[in-house]
């Protein structure tokens, strides 16, 4: 019952806040954001990091920026899927973003990088690590704020 009250506070203090249409994006922004801040501690030698970020495009965002702290942003869409994963030799770092979860009075966006294999007609997504981006909501300045970013792995 708690995080219900949560949830709907948390609800009302951004209705108030009289977000602009594009409030969503913002977040995935942000998030894609601390995604790269990641990126940067994770690959600590410079040649093994990725220079493009393979991004599938989801129909929840209405728009992505190009690049992103130096790295170029790419979106895998069901009409150059193939020919993406062609030029790669059949290989590609095939990176999700999900939809934003209400959990315990916070929102979080999960980013996953997935090892993506197309052979034939048959695209394979391998998991083996993913970013947790938790935000909460500040109603003074009537927006989400990176509060924890947590990198999981199996």
Known sequence: MRSYLIIVALIMCFLKSEAQPKESDKLYWKALKSYTNYLDTAYKDR????????????????????????????????????????????????????????????????????????????LNLGLSDGVNIIFKFNCDQGEFFVSDVKAWGI
Do not use: C, W
Request: glycine share 6%; hydrophobic share 35%; net charge positive.
């Open 47 to 122: 040649t093994l990091k990725p220079q493009v970020i393979y991004l599938k495009q989801q129909d929840f965002i209405d728009s992505i920026p190009r690049y992103m702290n130096g790295y170029k942003i790419e979106l895998i869409t069901n009409q150059n899927y193939k020919s993406l994963y062609k030029q790669h030799g059949g290989h590609l770092t095939h990176t999700v973003m999900f939809p934003v979860k209400l959990i315990a009075g916070r929102a979080e966006i999960n980013v996953i990088p997935y090892s993506g294999t197309l052979k034939r007609k048959d």
